[in-house]
Structure formats: C-alpha cells, structure tokens
C-alpha cells in the first residue's frame, strides 16, 4: 500500500498560482508514473497531468497546456504541479495518483482507472 499525501491547495485570485505538492512517504516516487486529477463536486475525476516513471516525459489536458507544470523531484520523493493563471474553472478538488507498472517508464497513463494509489486530495479554489 502506498500512502499519498497532497498539499498547497487554497483560495486564490483569477490570475494568480499555486503549487500542489504530492509525498509519498517512505516510498521513491522514481518508481512511480504520478498524474494529477481534479474532481469538481457532482463530476467524475478529470486528468490534468502526469508525469512518467523516468521523469522524463509529461502529459497535460488540453486546458491546462501552457498553464501548469507537472515535475518529480526524485532526491525529495516530490512531485509537484505548478498552476499558473489560474482561472475559476479550475476550481476542484485535486488528487494525485501513483501507479507502479513497468509500461509506465515513458510514457505516463491519463485514465484514473490506471492508478493504483490516491491521495486524500486537497482543495484549490479560484475566485473571480
């Protein structure tokens, strides 16, 4: 079992940015493909982006491209995303997923349905 623990959500501003942190306490996240994921209440879990088991390799949602950086600090078992000019249509609940499989080396996987561990998520809320 792997346990994920997400932080840096909050209130802010249209226009302004926040940084989301994901630990995985005990583990090394160089073992893992990790993507964020953003649930509004009433909605399914949505992707945002994920980063590849190598850190190599991202992918992000069309609506996020240009925005938010997604980035693994192996030496601090770290990944974080980085939002910038947020806008209140990014408001939600953001998780971070982990999953361990060996297909995930370069190229990381978009569907909730492929990660195997989850966080509690922590909320970012956009005003206008």
């Known amino acids: 079992q792997v346990h994920l623990v997400e932080s840096g959500g909050g209130l802010v501003q249209a226009g302004g940015s926040l940084t989301l942190s994901c630990a995985a306490p005990g583990r090394t996240f160089s073992s893992y493909a990790v993507g964020w994921f953003l649930q509004a209440p009433g909605k399914e879990r949505e992707f945002v982006a994920a980063?590849?088991?190598?850190?190599?390799?991202?992918r992000y949602t069309n609506s996020v491209k240009g925005r938010f950086t997604i980035s693994k600090d192996n030496a601090k078992n770290m990944v974080y995303l980085q939002m910038n000019s947020l806008k209140p249509e990014d408001t939600a609940v953001y998780y971070c997923?982990?999953?361990?499989?060996?297909?995930?080396?370069?190229?990381?996987?978009?569907?909730?349905?492929?990660?195997?561990?989850w966080g509690q998520g922590t909320q970012v809320t956009v005003s206008s």
């Open positions: 980063i590849s088991r190598s850190g190599v390799n991202t």
């Open positions: 997923g982990a999953d361990s499989g060996s297909r995930w080396f370069t190229t990381p996987p978009i569907s909730p349905g492929e990660y195997d561990y």
